[in-house]
C-alpha cells in the first residue's frame, strides 16, 4: 500500500513563487511514478508534472519553464517548486502514484492519491 502525504498549501501573489511536496510511504520514489495534478473550480483535473521510477520528467504546456518537480531521496519525497506564479494557476493540487510504467499525466492511471493541498495566487 502507497500512501502520500502533502503538507498544507498556500497563498502568494502573482509573480511569486511556491515550493511544496508529497511524502510517499510504503515505497521508495524509485518504485513508482508520480505526478501532481490540479483541479480549479467548476473545471476537470489536469495534470500539471509527473516523474517516472527513473527521474524522467514531463511537464503540462501550462506550466513548462515555470514549475520544477525533483526527488529528495533522502526524505522520500517530491518537490514541486513553482516560479513565476499566475491568478491562473489557482487550484487544489493533488500527489499522485502509480506502479504502472511510462503513463505519464493520464489521469486514471494512478492509483494512490494525496488529501491535495490548496494554491491560491492573487493578482
Known amino acids: 500500500q502507497v500512501l502520500l502525504v502533502e503538507p498544507g498549501g498556500d497563498s502568494v501573489q502573482a509573480g511569486g513563487s511556491l515550493r511544496l511536496s508529497c511524502a510517499i510511504f510504503?515505497?521508495?520514489?524509485?518504485?513508482?511514478?508520480m505526478a501532481w495534478f490540479r483541479q480549479a473550480p467548476c473545471k476537470k483535473r489536469e495534470g500539471v508534472a509527473t516523474?517516472?521510477?527513473?527521474?524522467?520528467?514531463t511537464y503540462a504546456d501550462s506550466v513548462k519553464g515555470r514549475f520544477i518537480i525533483f526527488r529528495d531521496d533522502a526524505k522520500n519525497r517530491l518537490v514541486r517548486q513553482m516560479n513565476s506564479l499566475k491568478p491562473e494557476d489557482t487550484a487544489m493540487y493533488y500527489c499522485?502514484?502509480?506502479?504502472?510504467?511510462?503513463?505519464?499525466?493520464?489521469?486514471?492511471?494512478?492509483?494512490?492519491w494525496g488529501q491535495g493541498t490548496q494554491v491560491t495566487v492573487s493578482s
Open positions: 516523474m517516472d521510477s527513473v527521474g524522467s520528467t
Open positions: 499522485a502514484a502509480t506502479h504502472r510504467p511510462g503513463v505519464g499525466l493520464v489521469l486514471n492511471a494512478y492509483t494512490y
Open positions: 510504503g515505497y521508495t520514489l524509485s518504485d513508482v511514478g
